[in-house]
């Protein structure tokens, strides 16, 4: 895998070649002066109980992890709080429709997500939330298959991808 700024190879903003490394995070352009920075993308993850205090969880349908168990969440939009893009996510992936102000952050992990043959560097963001509503969700989007499972029936080495493995342990072991 590649650092995403292996790929740059001229300043975006003149053309130049004399985009070079300026540290770990960043290339600049001798030429006119810019100064691009690689920070990590946003990105969100659910925990979202039903009335039972069943977890859900999706199965991937796409690569990375394409077949083990996610928790619905993506990447945050330009102009969304990280709130507003959760909300948007678990709608895009479930069909859920969950209230903003009833997302409540809990913590956040680093992660490395490979897309496209590079390694996105992103803020994992993971929020719990309640639903009472008795319609099952229905797979969409990035997501193969929706569950409700019992948090004692969780299973962290089902979960495909890194960061989401850490943040299920770290709230099982809060939880249950």
């Known amino acids: 895998m590649n650092h995403p700024l292996d790929i740059f190879h001229y300043c975006p903003k003149c053309g130049s070649e004399l985009f070079k490394e300026h540290n770990f995070k960043s290339k600049h352009c001798s030429k006119c002066g810019f100064t691009y920075y690689q920070n990590p993308s946003s990105a969100t993850a659910a925990f979202i109980l039903n ?3 069943e977890l859900l969880v999706v199965r991937r349908g796409k ?3 394409k077949g083990t168990l ?5 990447f945050v939009d330009n102009e969304e709080s990280g709130e507003q893009g959760m909300v948007r996510e678990i709608k895009e992936e479930t069909g859920l429709t969950i209230d903003a ?4 952050y809990l913590f956040s992990i680093p992660n490395i997500y490979p897309y496209s043959d590079m390694e996105i560097h992103t803020l994992d963001m ?3 939330c ?5 319609v099952m969700p229905q797979a969409d989007d990035d997501a193969a298959e929706c569950l409700w499972l019992s948090l ?5 080495r089902h979960f495909g991808l890194l960061s989401i493995r850490q943040a299920v342990q770290r709230f099982l072991q809060d939880n249950c």
């Not at 996610?70 to 993506?74: A, K, Q, S, T, Y």
């Not at 309640?130 to 008795?134: A, D, F, K, N």
């Not at 004692?152 to 962290?156: A, F, K, R, T, Y």
């Open 51 to 53: 009335e039972k205090n």
């Open 63 to 65: 690569e990375p992890a």
């Open 101 to 104: 102000d009833n997302v409540k």
């Open 70 to 74: 996610d928790l619905p969440g993506g």
């Open 130 to 134: 309640h639903t009472y509503e008795s």
């Open 152 to 156: 004692h029936d969780v299973d962290v």
């Open 126 to 128: 993971f929020f719990i």
